[in-house]
């Protein structure tokens, strides 16, 4: 099939899909002919509905945007049928497409996944793979099927994760790896070129979503932990403990903390001076270098304790 007369359907909501979609609609070899996301979400202070970053992208393409609430409503597959896609691109679409849709395509449904499959597979792969100290992660293209991310692999690539990665700064390398592997999969894809090749059983893992409630530091675990905790979570939900000043209990949100070898009481300050803020773990210690107070600014520990008082032998939980 001459590629220049490929149409494409997207599929996206998050922010790492936005890297793809703009790969797709540079591309002079691919036709985007519509864009699917989920529908306005309330957001801010007034729960004000606001459009997906997907919506603001292909909005200001000129592109035709579906907002089905689910993927399985009636009428949706119909829908997309009158955009005759030959190919649907989904990445970080956040629902499962029922198998009406994924047969509609005369070259079906792929995927873009943040991980190596069948490694974490589900809705938060980047954070797990950071939570779960991993050395090395990546993407895959995967062909889709009616399972949670359990489709034939067409592709992959790999990163290494580095010692001072968070969630946000992966996400971002993640998301412009997926896009060039995309552009790179889908000619060979459908030229028959690429044997699609089933995902193996053994190592298959699940990352679930993550809540604001993963954000809770337990201070009982070993240092090493909570620090892939904290990297894990930024920027968001974001690792956070209390603390008390003046009787009064208040949130602390940790941006930044290192591991340490010293010893102490799960939760005790052992010290609190420039270099940090340390903070006895099940197993060493952590010292924390970036915070805030909720409601306050984000800052080094040095311009925290000049406004706070966090004493030697007070404990944060």
Same mark, same amino acid.
């Given at each position: ?18 890297? +793809? ?20 979400? @309330? ?8 459009? +997906?970053? &997907? ?9 035709? &945007?579906?907002? @089905?609430? =689910? ?10 049928? *009158? ?22 395509? =005369? ?7 943040? +991980?190596?499959?069948?490694? /974490? ?11 779960? !100290? ?18 034939? &692999?067409?592709? *992959? ?10 969630? !946000?700064?992966?996400?971002? =390398? ?12 889908? @000619?060979? /894809? ?8 089933? *995902? ?5 893992? /699940? ?13 009982? *675990? ?61 197993? !060493? ?33």
């Amino acid at each position: 099939m001459p590629m220049n007369t490929l149409r494409i359907v997207f599929m996206g909501s998050a922010g790492l899909s936005c890297a +793809s979609l703009r790969a797709l609609l540079d591309s002079p070899i691919i036709q985007t002919v519509g864009v699917v996301t989920q529908p306005d979400r @309330p957001k801010g202070r007034h729960l004000k509905p606001q459009p +997906s970053p &997907v919506k603001e992208l292909a909005v200001r393409a000129g592109l035709p &945007v579906l907002q @089905p609430q =689910r993927a399985r409503e009636p009428g949706f597959a119909d829908t997309l049928g *009158q955009l005759s896609p030959d190919l649907v691109v989904v990445a970080a679409f956040g629902q499962i497409l029922p198998e009406r849709v994924l047969a509609l395509p =005369r070259f079906g449904c792929i995927n873009l996944h943040t +991980s190596l499959l069948p490694k /974490y597979r589900g809705a938060a792969p980047i954070q797990w793979a950071i939570l779960n !100290g991993e050395d090395e992660t990546g993407v895959t293209i995967m062909k889709m099927d009616a399972g949670l991310d359990t489709g034939d &692999v067409l592709a *992959q690539a790999t990163t290494p994760i580095g010692p001072e990665e968070t969630s !946000g700064t992966l996400h971002d =390398r993640l998301a412009r790896m997926g896009a060039e592997l995309l552009l790179q999969t889908i @000619p060979d /894809y459908v030229e028959g070129k690429i044997s699609p090749r089933p *995902q193996p059983a053994e190592g298959a893992t /699940y990352a679930p979503k993550i809540g604001k409630q993963d954000g809770a530091i337990d201070w009982t *675990q070993p240092a090493w932990r909570l620090r892939n905790r904290v990297r894990a979570l930024v920027p968001w939900p974001g690792a956070f403990t209390h603390f008390t000043e003046r009787g009064q209990s208040h949130l602390l949100k940790i941006w930044h903390a290192d591991e340490r070898e010293e010893a102490g009481a799960p939760g005790e300050i052992l010290r609190g001076d420039k270099a940090g803020i340390l903070v006895g773990c099940g197993q !060493g210690s952590l010292c924390i270098t970036q915070l805030q107070r909720e409601g306050g600014k984000r800052l080094t520990a040095q311009e925290f304790l000049a406004g706070h008082v966090l004493g030697v032998g007070q404990r944060l939980g």
